[in-house]
């Protein structure tokens, strides 16, 4: 399966930007989708899953209550809403697939995107 991200851009901190990822080449509704996100100088970290159904998700501490994972499989996208950005979430981010459960582990997931830029302005 082939990803590609966008969305990305600046914002100020306490706004909002919607992320999308589109997927192509396979059958989308077989992949729990993640995302991603590395900060300039920092290794890469999960941020959240959403299971193949769409009906479970998984978020880390660090975004849970500000952002929410969504996909819809009729458009093979997969979505990350962010709310009250901080600072802190300057990254570049990346979708990610892969055929096994929710996982947070970055081997796990077998496709990557390409990445899109967030920067959050204090």
């Known amino acids: 399966v082939q990803l590609q991200a966008y969305g990305g851009g600046f914002v100020q901190a306490g706004g909002s930007l919607r992320l999308s990822c589109a997927a192509s080449g396979s059958t989308f509704s077989r992949y729990t989708m993640g995302w991603f996100r590395q900060a300039p100088g920092k290794e890469r970290e999960f941020v959240s899953a959403v299971a193949r159904s769409g009906f479970y998700t998984y978020y880390a501490d660090s975004v849970k209550g500000r952002f929410t994972i969504s996909r819809d499989n009729a458009k093979n996208s997969v979505y990350l809403q962010m709310n009250s950005l901080k600072p802190e979430d300057t990254a570049v981010y990346y979708c990610?697939?892969?055929?096994?459960?929710?996982?947070?582990?970055?081997?796990?997931?077998?496709?990557w995107g390409q990445g899109t830029l967030v920067t959050v302005s204090s």
């Open positions: 990610a697939a892969q055929k096994d459960g929710l996982v947070r582990s970055e081997i796990e997931y077998d496709y």
